[in-house]
C-alpha cells in the first residue's frame, strides 16, 4: 500500500463529525490507578489464526475512562485508546493506567482541529505537544496517528511519516456520538463488529461506557478476541505515512 501521491485533496474516511470530549479536568484516580502495577504481560494473539476485533475510543481520555477500565480490566479485554493532548494534560492517571493494564495509545492530536485545514508546522505541533503529554503521563510515546474527524490528505500522511507513523482510520463506527443512548450503541456496534474489524467508539460517551460490560461479554461470546488496533493490522505492514483502511479514491 502507498501513499496518495497526486494532490492535495482531502478525504474524509467517513462522515461523522465527531465531538471532543468538554475539557474538564477530573484527576480523581479510580481505586486501580492508585496502584505501583506495570503492564500485563499478555501472550500475544495472533490475529491470522483467531477472530480479532478491535474497539477504538477517540477524544479521550474521558472523564468516564476509569468505569471503562474497570470494565475491560474485568473481562481482559484490550483496546486502543486515540488521545487528545489536552485531555492526557487534565487527567494524566488515566493515561498512565491505559498503559499499565497494556492498553495501546494512540495520537488523535492536541485540540482536534482538521489537519486538512492547517499548516503543516500545525500539524506538526498538534501531533508533538500530544507525544510529549502522553510520554510525561504514561512513559510511552503513541506509534500510530488518528487525525481528528478521520480526514488526510498528502500533506497529513508526510507530517505523519516525519513522526515514523501510519495513520489507523475505522472500518466502522458505534454511532455513539449521535445515538447517546445505550441499547442503540450496543445495537449499532455488534451490527457492524466483523473480524479484523476497527470500530470507532469514544470513551466520554457516558452511554458508550455503560454499554461496554454487554458489549464485550457478546463479542466475546461470539469467539472474538478483543485486541489492541496494532494486533489487527499487523498482516498489512504499514509503513510510516501509510494510511489503513484506505478511503475511497486513494491508490493501491
Known amino acids: 500500500m502507498s501513499r496518495q501521491s497526486n ?3 482531502a478525504i474524509a474516511a467517513v462522515t461523522l463529525a465527531l465531538i471532543p470530549a468538554p475539557a474538564l479536568a477530573d484527576t480523581t484516580p479510580t481505586p486501580q490507578a492508585g496502584k505501583a502495577a506495570t503492564a500485563k504481560t499478555a501472550k500475544p494473539v495472533d490475529c491470522a489464526q483467531v477472530k480479532c476485533i478491535a474497539l477504538t475510543f477517540d477524544d479521550g481520555p474521558g472523564k468516564y475512562a476509569g468505569k471503562l477500565l474497570d470494565t475491560l480490566k474485568k473481562y481482559d479485554a484490550k483496546v486502543t485508546f ?3 493532548g489536552q485531555y492526557v494534560k487534565s487527567r494524566p492517571s488515566y493515561v498512565k493506567r491505559m498503559a499499565q493494564e497494556g492498553h495501546e495509545l494512540g495520537n488523535h492530536s492536541y485540540k482536534h482541529p482538521k489537519f486538512t485545514e492547517i499548516e503543516p508546522w500545525a500539524i506538526r505541533s498538534e501531533i508533538q505537544k500530544t507525544q510529549d503529554e502522553i510520554k510525561k503521563a504514561a512513559g510511552v510515546e503513541p506509534k500510530i496517528l ?6 488526510a490528505d498528502l500533506q497529513v500522511t508526510e507530517v505523519a511519516a516525519e ?12 454511532r455513539d456520538w449521535d445515538l447517546k443512548d445505550v441499547e442503540a450503541i450496543k445495537k449499532q456496534t455488534l451490527e457492524v463488529a466483523a473480524q479484523d474489524g476497527i470500530i ?3 470513551d ?8 461496554m460490560p454487554s458489549i ?3 463479542l466475546q461470546s461470539r469467539g472474538y478476541h478483543l485486541v489492541k488496533v496494532s494486533d489487527v493490522v499487523k498482516k498489512h505492514e504499514l509503513k510510516p505515512g501509510d494510511v489503513f483502511p484506505l478511503p475511497q479514491g486513494w491508490e493501491n
Open 7 to 9: 494532490s492535495l485533496l
Open 82 to 84: 486515540f488521545l487528545e
Open 146 to 151: 488518528r487525525p481528528p474527524y478521520g480526514l
Open 163 to 174: 513522526f515514523d507513523m501510519p495513520v489507523v482510520l475505522w472500518t466502522a463506527g458505534s
Open 200 to 202: 470507532l467508539m469514544h
Open 204 to 211: 466520554w460517551v457516558k452511554q458508550t461506557v455503560e454499554a
Open 216 to 218: 464485550v461479554k457478546t
